[in-house]
């Protein structure tokens, strides 16, 4: 059985290695891990990294294994400048792609809803997928490919519902 590093150690000879490819060079010392998910079949890391020449960037690493006993494969990877400099009301940065025959989402919660527990992803044909929050992450995978626009719709701990966000347009709002 593999580690529950492996992915964080693919992530590292990342950023030592393939990120030049890219034209950064980043000081390996400031390397922060901000928040991670390491589910059976799914690792998911927000990570923060400070090239040499001063620029911040967040990272998002996001990984699968087929089964326990096999190797992670990286499905996807983003970067952006840390801080943003581009204001965000979403309520869950969602990323998704639709891989061959499957689509996968993962996404962190706004601070703003940072009590939220569990998460539905509705899709206008009926497709509905479901996720607890760890550590403010969330994960969504399905041989089934939802409809756009899809909502996102947040819960607390009691079952109620305390936001909704679309995906694949523009409206979120906060359940009154």
Same mark, same amino acid.
């Given at each position: 059985?593999?580690?529950?590093?492996?992915?964080?150690?693919?992530?590292?000879?990342?950023?030592?290695?393939?990120?030049?490819?890219?034209?950064?060079?980043?000081?390996?010392?400031?390397?922060?891990?901000?928040?991670?998910?390491?589910?059976?079949?799914?690792?998911?890391?927000?990570?923060?990294?400070?090239?040499?020449?001063?620029?911040?960037?967040?990272?998002?690493?996001?990984?699968?294994?087929?089964? !326990?006993? %096999?190797?992670?494969?990286? @499905?996807?990877?983003?970067? *952006?400048?840390?801080?943003?400099? +581009? &204001?965000?009301?979403?309520?869950?940065?969602?990323?998704?792609?639709?891989?061959?025959?499957?689509?996968?989402?993962?996404?962190?919660?706004?601070?703003?809803?940072?009590?939220?527990?569990?998460?539905?992803?509705?899709?206008?044909?009926?497709?509905?997928? !479901?996720? %607890?929050?760890?550590?403010? @992450?969330?994960?969504?995978? *399905?041989?089934?490919?939802?409809? +756009? &626009?899809?909502?996102?719709?947040?819960?607390?701990?009691?079952?109620?519902?305390?936001?909704?966000?679309?995906?694949?347009?523009?409206?979120?709002?906060?359940?009154?």
């Amino acid at each position: 059985m593999f580690s529950s590093t492996e992915s964080e150690e693919m992530i590292r000879q990342w950023f030592q290695k393939d990120a030049h490819s890219f034209d950064h060079d980043f000081d390996m010392t400031t390397l922060q891990w901000m928040r991670s998910r390491r589910d059976p079949l799914y690792h998911l890391h927000y990570v923060l990294c400070q090239e040499k020449a001063g620029q911040w960037w967040r990272y998002i690493f996001f990984f699968e294994r087929s089964s !326990e006993k %096999t190797p992670f494969t990286q @499905l996807d990877m983003g970067g *952006s400048h840390f801080p943003s400099p +581009y &204001p965000d009301n979403r309520l869950i940065h969602l990323h998704h792609a639709r891989l061959a025959e499957r689509f996968y989402a993962h996404g962190e919660i706004s601070e703003k809803l940072s009590h939220a527990t569990k998460i539905r992803l509705v899709s206008p044909d009926g497709l509905m997928l !479901e996720d %607890t929050a760890h550590n403010g @992450l969330v994960i969504f995978a *399905s041989r089934e490919r939802p409809e +756009y &626009p899809f909502m996102l719709e947040l819960y607390n701990d009691a079952g109620q519902l305390i936001g909704q966000q679309t995906e694949g347009g523009l409206r979120w709002s906060p359940a009154t």
